[in-house]
């Protein structure tokens, strides 16, 4: 399945281990590979904790149409979504995206443009835990730019 919202944690190798064998002659010629962690840091606090929620069926649907119009700009042989919801601790993985593609220069920008779309249009709420307290996360301007460099 090439888009997943899940509550346990994913395996790197297992993710790999499958886009490798989504070549057109069986076996692609790169495969790129995001893996991100809760961070332990925030605007000078420590981090303890965060908690995504989201909603489901329109969060799958919005993926699904970024994992799609990858699919549909770059020649991939595979291309995959992981993205956890619930409380995960500093430290734990929270998203994976991968893409498979017979150049390497494909899978990288696809790649890109995946966790670019992912950190602006995907729709979670985010909340930090740090000295005791739950505070929401805003949408960065700096993610905004990075997103809008590929609407042109």
């Known amino acids: 399945m090439p888009v997943r919202i899940q509550h346990e944690d994913f395996d790197i190798a297992v ?8 070549g057109p002659g069986g076996f ?14 925030a605007k000078g606090r420590e981090i303890t904790a965060m908690t995504l929620e989201h909603y489901p069926g329109m969060t799958e649907s919005e993926l ?18 992981i993205h956890r919801v619930g409380r995960l601790l500093a430290g734990e993985q929270i998203v994976f995206v991968g893409c498979a593609s017979p150049h390497r220069d ?23 835990e740090s ?22």
């Open 15 to 22: 993710e790999t281990r499958i886009l490798g064998q989504h």
């Open 28 to 41: 692609p010629g790169a495969i790129v590979t995001f893996t991100g962690l809760v961070r332990d840091m």
């Open 64 to 81: 699904s149409r970024i994992h799609d119009e990858a699919i549909s700009r770059w020649p991939l042989s595979g291309a995959v979504i």
């Open 106 to 128: 494909a899978a990288f920008e696809a790649a890109r443009f995946m966790m670019d779309f992912l950190k602006t249009d995907a729709p979670f709420w985010k909340a930090e």
């Open 131 to 152: 000295d005791g307290r739950t505070t929401w996360v805003d949408a960065r301007e700096s993610d905004t730019a990075a997103r809008d460099r590929w609407k042109s």
